[in-house]
Every structure is written in structure tokens, then in C-alpha cells.
């Protein structure tokens, strides 16, 4: 029994950064892997990138690494994402979710891998 609930979205010109959170309710939130994913108007939802329950493991899609940062303080049950040289076709609704995984990972991609989904928030990157 997870809820999560994105915020920080927002407008931003390209080139902009923007930092979007991700708090989640309950006790066990260092037992959860934390993902980020991402769906555009008319486009199917896609995966972003994730980070370990620990902190100490981030996965990144192709299309944002070296952009892109997930950390998480697990002590405020919050994930980040933060984003930096944001370019137009990262514009979309922005979802965090969370997979429980005891031995930790964050190696997962696919959003049927995913347990607990937040309702998303907008980031719209003007040209």
C-alpha cells in the first residue's frame, strides 16, 4: 500500500532546468525501487529511469543520461528527478512509480514491472 504523488512540474524554455518530486506514504520506502516515466501526447508511456532503494544505483534511458539525475532521501519518503538541458520533445506528463524489490536492482524498464503509479505531473519545454 503505496500512494505517490508528483510536483514541481511546470514551464520551462529549453536549455531550462526543472526539479520534479515524488512523495510517497508509508514505512517501507527504502524497500522500493523508484522509477521515473514519461508520456507525450498521442505517444505510449516511456520509461525515463530508476534508481535503487538504497540510493546507490540509478538507471537511465539513452535519451536523457547525462541530463537527468533520480536521487532520493529515503528519511522524507521522496524521489527526484532532476532535469537540466531540457529540450522541446521532453515535454510530457512526468509519472513516478514504485516497485517493491527486496535485494535491491534498478535495472527495471518496463512500466508492467511497476507496483504503484503517482498521477503525474506536466513539463512543457518551449521552443
Known amino acids: 500500500q503505496v500512494q505517490l504523488v508528483e510536483s514541481g512540474g511546470g514551464l520551462v524554455q529549453a536549455g531550462g532546468s526543472l526539479r520534479v518530486s515524488c512523495a510517497a506514504s508509508?514505512?517501507?520506502?527504502?524497500?522500493?525501487?523508484m522509477g521515473w516515466f514519461r508520456q507525450a501526447p498521442g505517444k505510449e508511456r516511456e520509461f525515463v529511469g530508476s534508481?535503487?532503494?538504497?540510493?546507490?544505483?540509478?538507471y537511465y534511458s539513452d535519451s536523457v543520461k547525462g541530463r537527468f539525475t533520480i536521487s532520493r532521501d529515503n528519511a522524507k519518503n521522496t524521489v527526484y528527478l532532476q532535469m537540466n538541458g531540457l529540450k522541446p520533445e521532453d515535454t510530457a506528463v512526468y509519472y513516478c512509480?514504485?516497485?517493491?524489490?527486496?535485494?535491491?536492482?534498478?535495472?527495471?524498464?518496463?512500466?508492467?514491472?511497476?507496483?504503484?503509479w503517482g498521477q503525474g505531473t506536466q513539463v512543457t519545454v518551449s521552443a
Open positions: 512509480a514504485a516497485k517493491l524489490t527486496l535485494f535491491g536492482g534498478s535495472h527495471y524498464y518496463t512500466a508492467p514491472a511497476y507496483d504503484y
Open positions: 508509508g514505512r517501507t520506502f527504502s524497500a522500493y525501487c
Open positions: 534508481i535503487s532503494g538504497s540510493g546507490g544505483t540509478t
